[in-house]
T-cell receptor, first 118, second 113 residues
Framework: EPEVTQTPSHQVTQMGQEVILRCVPI?????FYWYRQILGQKVEFLVS????????KSEIFDDQFSVERPDGSNFTLKIRSTKLEDSAMYFC????????????????FGPGTRLTVL | GQQVMQIPQYQHVQEGEDFTTYCNSS?????IQWYKQRPGGHPVFLIQ?????EVKKQKRLTFQFGEAKKNSSLHITATQTTDVGTYFC?????????????FGTGTRLQVTL
């Protein structure tokens, strides 16, 4: 069964450093998302991406964050200068093209990257 | 901004007992989805509800969407240990696959024998 993959599974970085989290969405999916989940808390939307541009972003997704689809398979989240409060699990998700039967397709989540900022 | 709250935060039941989690949005939703997250795992899609008053069943799970499209519930009949995890509702205020999905605060379910 196709699945979303994410690398690395765990990233430790120093405050102020740049990190890039990588995701490979399911191959025929066209919508991509990043979420974060601070330990023990709810899942928070960061950004959605479609047709090579950001569709929507949350207030969390400030100028320190950027996303990119550098080729036909990868989808990346870059945090330019990490802060302690960026420590969280980051989930990538993807969704297939909207079909005539449903405009609200399920999202398939990857296993996540645990980011620890020291 | 939009807030989605769930109650209870945590519930501990004996295997075989029923369980219900309630989800309330501060704004009207276009649709709502439910996800399950096992401990240490990632969210896994369970179902989506679109119509006002909609009820859907999946084996022992029953999902409802309120008439005003601001609340929803998930009921599990005769819980099993495999039901352990955190259940999140997630709502969209606007239509569209790319539109923001706001997750609820989650209800953690613990089931013991």
């Amino acid at each position: 069964e196709p699945e979303v993959t994410q690398t690395p599974s765990h990233q430790v970085t120093q405050m102020g450093q740049e990190v890039i989290l990588r995701c490979v969405p399911i191959s025929n999916h066209l919508y991509f998302y990043w979420y974060r989940q601070i330990l023990g808390q709810k899942v928070e939307f960061l950004v959605s991406f479609y047709n090579n541009e950001i569709s929507e972003k949350s207030e969390i997704f400030d100028d320190q964050f950027s996303v990119e689809r550098p080729d036909g398979s990868n989808f990346t989240l870059k945090i330019r200068s990490t802060k302690l409060e960026d420590s969280a699990m980051y989930f990538c998700a993807s969704s297939e093209r909207t079909t005539a039967r449903s405009s609200y397709n399920e999202q398939f989540f990857g296993p996540g990257t645990r980011l620890t900022v020291l | 901004g939009q807030q989605v709250m769930q109650i209870p935060q945590y519930q501990h039941v004996q295997e075989g007992e029923d369980f219900t989690t309630y989800c309330n949005s501060s704004t009207t939703l276009s649709n709502i989805q439910w996800y399950k997250q096992r401990p240490g795992g990632h969210p896994v899609f369970l179902i989506q509800l679109v119509k006002s008053g909609e009820v859907k069943k999946q084996k022992r799970l029953t999902f409802q969407f309120g008439e005003a499209k601001k609340n929803s519930s998930l009921h599990i009949t005769a819980t099993q240990t495999t039901d352990v995890g955190t259940y999140f509702c997630a709502g969209r205020p606007r239509a569209g696959t790319a539109s923001k999905l706001t997750f609820g605060t989650g209800t953690r379910l613990q089931v013991t024998l």
